[in-house]
């Protein structure tokens, strides 16, 4: 993004404020309210902003996040399927960016059961894994997953790097009762 030199208006403050802490303080000629006063004055006058111009256009980088994915159903069926994923997410800004790209497989043995895994793919090392597994007969739906960073090894095997491990789990209960539509014969549940 770029703004010209002409659409720029900026002020200066040239004043400045000098506070040596409250001084003849005494009980009885106490005058805090005069010194208050002062400070006041002095806080005023530094934000007395006169106009000034700019004579650079200035120009910034927006920052950006973009993530894509696509998954792919194997055999295409509501209750047993393999999927395969893939996840790429990018952000930059002016001080950090990132490009990711995450690779996943999911097993669907039973309706109610998945099990999935991913893989960071654009690290050299490929050293950050995930493991979920989720839970989900008709009435509740219970989740565990983890996020693995393998530590860097030199040459002897020997870990040069800290190991970090993430973990979630979590769960949700549905209120209310079954009920079958017209359009399909999935179960949708109503409150």
């Not at 690779?103 to 995930?130: H, I, M, Q, V």
């Not at 549905?174 to 017209?182: C, F, L, Y």
Request: with cysteine; glycine share 6%.
């Amino acid at each position: 993004m770029k703004w010209n030199a002409s659409s720029i208006s900026k002020g200066t403050a040239s004043s400045d404020v000098s506070f040596n802490g409250f001084n003849n303080v005494d009980v009885a000629k106490v005058d805090i309210q005069g010194q208050v006063d002062t400070l006041l004055n002095g806080l005023e006058n530094i934000t007395k902003f006169k106009p000034a111009t700019s004579v650079n256009d200035i120009s910034e980088i927006i920052p950006y996040n973009i993530k894509v994915s696509a998954e792919y159903s194997i055999f295409n069926n509501q209750k047993h399927d393999i999927l395969v994923g893939v996840l790429f997410h990018s952000y930059n800004s002016k001080s950090y960016s990132v490009n990711e790209l995450v690779a996943a497989l999911t097993f669907k043995p039973l309706s109610w059961l998945t099990l999935s895994g991913t893989c960071e793919l654009l690290r050299p090392d490929f050293n950050r894994y995930g493991v979920a597994l989720n839970i989900s007969p008709c009435w509740i739906n219970l989740y565990i997953a983890s996020d693995f960073i393998t530590p860097k090894v030199n040459p002897q095997f020997m870990p040069i790097d800290k190991v970090n491990l993430n973990l979630i789990f979590g769960g949700s209960i549905v209120i209310g009762r079954p009920e079958k539509h017209k359009d399909g014969p999935q179960a949708r549940w109503s409150n």
